[in-house]
Each structure stands twice: as C-alpha cells, then as structure tokens.
C-alpha cells in the first residue's frame, strides 16, 4: 500500500487496504445509549458520537417508510456499528437477526470472563487448554449477540495466517487486484 492510499483511507488502511470491501460488523441494540456505554469498555473501543440519519424516508418492497436511524460507530478497526432498534422496521430488535458474535482478544481470558459475568453477560461455553486455562469462552449479551474472549497469544499467529493467505498484507510487498 503506498502513502497516498494510506492517507486516502486512514484509521481504515491498517485492516482494510485498498482492495477491501468489509469494513464493520453493524447490531441493532434495544437502547443506543446504553449499549455503548457498556460495550465500550467490554469490548475495549471508543464509540463516536451517536448520529441520527438526516434521511427519514426509507423504500421498501411495500411501499415508504418513514424511519428515525441513530447509530454510532466505533473508532478503530474492527468496527463496530450498532443501531438503536427502529420497531417495525428492517432495524426492529425483536426481529433476532441481530448478529452472532464480537471476537475480543485479551490477556486474561479467566479474569476477563468473571468481569463479564459480574456486568451479567453469562459465560455460556468455554474451552480450557491442556494447562487448564482458558483457551476461549462465549459470553451472552443482552444486545441479541454473544461475546468471544479469545487469548491473545493467538493474536501473531492469526496475524501470519493473514499475511499467508494474503501476500499484500506484507510490508514493502505490492500485489496488483488483476
């Protein structure tokens, strides 16, 4: 990636790169307001302020809708994008299409798993290693989606996965999308 992308795309480049087309993972959330509050700190991100769409008049299949849409974004990769439920609507958090999981690295899966059971985010499944530590484990949320605690020891080995599988991930290695 030269400079120019680099700047073009900003806090964006480091997961992204010039030939992404991903960039966040988007939950309907009952109260916005709320769900940042609590999720920042879980999920170790900032949020951006939340906004409300100056577009109000959605199309549908069925005709217009009118929709008030306020959603905050989270400010580094991976983005998180959650949407205050709009009720009877595509953004309709009894609708249970919400998403399934955040990933959340951490260095201490254990003590992590018993902050988020004390917030009442319940360690449902777990797995330990041949050590006895916990390896991962997933945690209900009341936002619709689960929460992954994954050791962060895994965190350089995911990395040179990537950069296996997608060689322009590679420092100072340009690979042209023909």
């Known amino acids: ?13 480091g997961t992204l790169g010039t030939g992404a ?32 769409l100056p577009f109000t008049t959605l199309e549908t299949p069925r005709g217009s809708r009118d929709v008030r849409l ?10 998180v994008e959650l949407i205050a439920s709009a009720p009877g609507t595509l953004w309709d ?17 254990g003590g992590e798993a018993d902050r988020l059971d004390r917030l009442g ?5 777990w797995v330990r290693g041949p050590d006895g530590e916990l390896v991962f ?13 994954v050791n962060d020891a895994f965190r350089a080995g995911l990395a040179e996965s990537f950069r296996a599988a997608d060689p322009s991930l590679v420092p100072g290695r340009e690979v042209d999308d023909a």
Not at 1 to 13: C, F, I, Q, S, V
Not at 38 to 50: E, I, M, N, Q, R
Not at 93 to 109: A, K
């Open 1 to 13: 990636m030269h400079d120019d992308e680099l700047a073009r795309l900003g806090p964006l480049a």
């Open 21 to 52: 087309r991903v960039y966040h993972a988007g939950f309907v959330v009952p109260d916005l307001d709320e769900a940042m509050a609590v999720l920042g700190p879980v999920l170790g991100v900032t949020f951006g302020p939340a906004v409300e």
């Open 70 to 79: 306020r959603l905050a974004y989270s400010t580094r990769p991976a983005h």
């Open 93 to 109: 958090f009894d609708d249970e299409r919400r998403g399934h999981h955040l990933g959340v690295w951490t260095d201490d899966i």
């Open 121 to 125: 985010m319940a360690r449902l499944w």
């Open 137 to 149: 484990s997933y945690h209900d949320t009341p936002y619709g989606f689960y929460i992954e605690l």
